[in-house]
């Protein structure tokens, strides 16, 4: 084996780097591929050195790696572990992550996720009765509660009652907690304090609550019946799971599934309000509104970047040996972004996905290979049900200029929340018949 070396990157002082890094990850990851090549090294803090693989090839060759080489958990175990436990498929590696992956994938099969969609599209119909009328507000706040009413009747299947109005509650300020919350996790005696420990108690409570859901759950004559995710995850795994293992996947689930929807719903009405043309084309033709939400998570992908794999042993990548120990970076965003794989890539085009031979390009916004994002179906629908329902009740037009992204922990948020007016449709104009679960898709 020859000598290992790494790529080139900006000689920038790491403060500076960490700066662009975090606070424009687009444009200066964007600028790094144009100077260096699809393979580059940034210096960041809290991480320190990284290689980014920006070439589709190298990307998937990172995804479909040997699991053995390519460990992605140990990071988010060390930072989030105790948090999510030991089940959880975010923090786990080889072995133990494809074990507890299986019956993981079981609720989101595509016959099971029909019964899903109906509850959706009445969670989306419900919220839009809130909406202001003809004067501006955000949608993110919106599709953050349509989000959490997901998780708790269509992932949970909680019936409706003071325990599902409490969770509600703790799901919501649990989910939402920030930068600093998430380090109290890491260094626990932090938990003794301040708001850490208001987090902690609220978390306890959250636990306690999912923990008395699995047990009625798996207690519930009516189980073979029930179309939710935990009532799937329990049918189909009994015996294989225990009480303490459902927690964690349970949590893991909460955790991975939504800020990453709620906002890429925001991005998805971002992108459909400044195309009218678009938006009135999407409510009847099933294949555009799929290609539309697809483009959106193209031209506005969450998570600019893939968590990084650590190396345990010197791989090949971009014509460089990394050495062992390199954390590798899979730069999906860059690649989202690059004319190098798609025609006038900043504009948003729906169309490009309804053309076959275009069908090839790099789509990656759920990574992929053996930890491939388990929601990414399950969200994909979901967002196309939420929008569907939406513009059969109005028409959103954006408020001001197409938005920013923003970085907000490691997910890219629209700007100003994704500003919009609602107009209702006038009665008759169809705006009551939804019918998600015929189309399912
Ligand atoms: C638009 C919304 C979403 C996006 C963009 C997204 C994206 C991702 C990405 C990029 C990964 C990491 C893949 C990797 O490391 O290679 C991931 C993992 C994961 N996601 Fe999602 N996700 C979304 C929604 C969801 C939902 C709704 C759920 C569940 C209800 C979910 C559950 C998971 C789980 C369990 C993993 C870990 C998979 C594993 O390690 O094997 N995600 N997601």
Known sequence: MGETSLPPGPA????????LLWRHPERFLTACRRRYGPTFRVRALPYGVRVHVADPADIRRVFKGDPKV??????????LGSMLGEHSLLALDEDDHQRQRRPMMRPFRGDTMRGYLDAIAAIAAESVRGWPVGRPFSLHPFMRRITIEVIVRVVLGTEAGTRRDRLRVLLTDVLEMGASEMIGWKWPLLARIGPWRRHRRMFAELEALLMAEVRDRGADPALAERADVLSVLLRESAGELTDVAVRDHLVTLLIAGYETTATALAWAFECITGHPEIQ?????????????????????PIFFEISPRRLTEPVELGGYLLPEGTMVTPSVGVVHLSADHYERPAEFRPERWLRKSDGHQPWLPFGGGVRRCVGAEFAQREMAVVVRTVLRRGELRRAGAPERARPRHVTLVPSRGARVTFHP?????GGEQDGPAARAG
């Open 425 to 429: 449709h006038r009665a008759g104009r």
């Open 12 to 19: 920038l002082p790491t403060l500076v780097q960490t700066y």
């Open 280 to 300: 009135r084309g999407l409510v009847e033709d099933d294949a555009y509104l799929d290609a539309a939400i697809r483009e959106s998570l193209r031209l506005r």
């Open 70 to 79: 390519f460990h992605a958990g140990e990071g988010i175990a060390t930072a």
